[in-house]
């Protein structure tokens, strides 16, 4: 079982709509969420970070997370064609584990159909 | 926003040939950097961690002797492809940080080995 589980889509949404993006994880120990939106062929962008549980809001961008469950939740409200992007979170626990790197989920595909 | 650049964007060499690849943190001093190659649909493969004036640590299965990583200062890091062959070929993304969980990622390269 992967540390980090997340749909890989795609998922389609009329322009307009509310998209919900999730993941799921097994380590307790992660504290740092991050989403990151990757266009094709270019680098992944990071869109905000959240530590342990809430919400955080940008825009039209809401992250959530809800450490009971070991769920975390990107919403975006209005949403483009120039959202059509893959959306990954990622995760970093606190404290000293050793390992700098953040745990990727596998991405989720959007397509914003105008 | 803190931006990292690479270069080359796109590169073609022929087989047996070796490729260097930068990684440069532009507006902020990176205390880690990180390389990445990502398959066509697929997510992010962490290849290696560096950090300024260490030897970089390798991922399982990454052999160090094929992909030479340097971190030669704070806003810098390279990656050299030996001796590169087609089953090379493909999208290598660094990424540097400055807090553990807060990594920027740069544009990519996508190499082509013919």
């Known amino acids: 079982q992967k540390e980090v589980e997340q749909d890989p889509g795609p998922l389609s949404v009329p322009e307009g709509a509310i998209v919900s993006l999730n993941c799921t994880y097994s380590n307790s120990a992660f504290q740092y969420f991050m989403w990151y939106r990757q266009y094709s062929r270019k680098g992944p962008e990071l869109l905000m970070y959240t530590y342990s549980s809430g919400n955080k809001e940008d825009g039209r961008f809401t992250a959530q997370v809800d450490k009971s469950s070991k769920y975390i939740s990107l919403f975006i409200r209005d949403s483009q064609p120039s959202d059509s992007a893959t959306y990954l979170c990622?995760?970093?626990?606190?404290?000293?584990?050793?390992?700098?790197?953040?745990?990727f989920g596998s991405g989720t595909r959007l397509q914003v159909q105008p | 926003g803190a931006v990292v650049s690479q270069h080359p964007s796109r590169v073609i060499c022929k087989s047996g040939t070796s490729v260097k690849i930068e990684c440069r943190s532009l507006?902020?001093?990176?205390?880690?950097m990180f390389w990445y190659r990502q398959f066509p649909k697929q997510s992010l493969m962490l290849m290696a961690t560096s950090n300024e004036g260490s030897k970089a640590t390798y991922e399982q299965g990454v052999e160090k002797d094929k992909f030479l990583i340097n971190h030669a200062s704070l806003t810098l890091s390279t990656l050299t492809v030996t001796s590169a062959h087609p089953e090379d070929s493909s999208f290598y993304i660094c990424?540097?940080?400055?807090?553990?969980?807060?990594?920027?990622f740069g544009p990519g390269t996508r190499l082509t080995v013919t």
């Open positions: 990424s540097a940080s400055f807090r553990d969980y807060e990594q920027y």
């Open positions: 990622a995760m970093f626990p606190d404290g000293d584990t050793g390992r700098r790197a953040l745990t």
């Open positions: 507006d902020f001093q990176a205390t880690t």
